[in-house]
């Protein structure tokens, strides 16, 4: 049976008890190796950019498979693409056609020149930065908020306002499945292995489903209030969850057991993102910060400073750079103006 998050006390926030957690996860004496290199190399990398990527505020941002691009998706109803060039990120192209806010996007995980956008519009479109044209727009029964394609890339979720999952087919672009749950659905995942479709839920619990049946097969209570979002780590060892109780708390994907909270944040956990190599976790909420931890230890390795909340991070998929974007405003005059700006931590200093 699963520990719940809650039922964890302050000795898996840092501090040793009896009992209190597995062997694997004791508290070491001081920061590993891994974590004093990584705070060398970001003592010389620590410079944070900003990118001008939309008139209103970004909800969601994303790196291709091979890290070559930075997608952005706003509430200015566009999706934004960059090149990443050495030491910043370069406007390629503005994707029109929703006629809403794009709440999120996500890349195909193998193809790098695809990516999908979930709007309010009741559609998802696919797109294709080769052509910069829009490949396919899939009309949808409510209003989008969430969206992930499979990791073997032949499907796309996307969770709707009404808490409705849709299954599409990625090749053909029409509707497989279709699932209408009796909760709030906040985010939804495949794990690494293709077989079990997760999602985070408003009572705090993340439901697993077998894949492609989609039938029941835990429930886990993982928070005392509402569970907001899941990411998989890309070496398929642990899943993380964030909840509205401003915890993050690490699970082992093979036991389906709590191995480790996070609790260096106060308001609720609203992103979450996993490092390349699995080893590093970010996580973003309303505080002036973003905490990056490391995911063996929960120990702190990094704090990014940013003055507004937070609203998504994406860690490259090869390199030690974290892409974020913020509620920020514009200009010293006008508060009340959003920025849309994509911002760039892990730069070097003398950038």
């Not at 292995?193 to 993982?222: H, R, W």
């Amino acid at each position: 049976m699963a520990v719940p998050a809650a039922a964890l006390g302050a000795s898996a926030l840092g501090q040793s008890g009896p009992g209190s957690m597995a062997p694997w996860c004791a508290v070491t004496s001081g920061p590993s190796r891994y974590v004093l290199g990584m705070q060398e190399l970001f003592r010389g990398h620590s410079k944070t950019r900003e990118f001008p990527a939309h008139s209103a505020k970004v909800h969601s941002v994303a790196w291709s498979c091979d890290g070559r691009r930075l997608a952005s998706g706003s509430f200015d109803k566009t999706a934004s693409v960059f090149l990443l060039e050495k030491d910043r990120l370069v406007k390629e192209n503005n994707y029109r056609g929703h006629g809403d806010s794009v709440d999120q996007l996500c890349w195909h995980p193998s193809n790098p020149d695809l990516f999908v956008t979930a709007s309010g519009d009741k559609t998802i479109r696919i797109w294709d930065v080769r052509t910069t044209k829009c490949i396919a727009t899939v009309n949808t029964k409510g209003e989008n908020i969430n969206i992930c394609w499979s990791p073997d890339g032949q499907t796309i979720a996307v969770g709707n306002k009404d808490d409705v999952v849709t299954f599409i087919d990625a090749k053909t672009h029409r509707s497989k499945a279709e699932e209408q749950f009796k909760f709030e659905v906040n985010e939804i995942s495949w794990n690494n292995d293709n077989n079990m479709f997760f999602l985070t839920n408003g009572n705090g619990c993340i439901n697993i489903l077998s894949y492609p049946e989609l039938k029941p097969v835990q429930s886990i209570n993982a928070h005392p209030s509402n569970c907001i979002c899941i990411k998989f780590d890309p070496m398929g060892k642990y899943f993380a969850t964030g909840s509205a109780d401003a915890l993050v708390s690490l699970w082992d994907v093979d036991e389906l057991v709590c191995v480790r909270c996070f609790s260096r944040l106060d308001w609720p956990v609203r992103t979450l993102s996993f490092s390349h190599d699995g080893k590093m976790l970010a996580s973003a909420s309303e505080d002036h910060f973003i905490d990056i931890a490391e995911v063996e230890t929960g120990d702190k390795l990094w704090e990014v400073q940013c003055e507004s909340p937070t609203f998504t991070v994406a860690w490259h998929p090869k390199r030690p750079l974290l892409a974020f974007a913020c509620d920020d405003k514009d200009g010293k005059y006008d508060s009340s103006r959003e920025a849309g700006t994509v911002k760039l931590f892990g730069l070097p200093n003398d950038s």
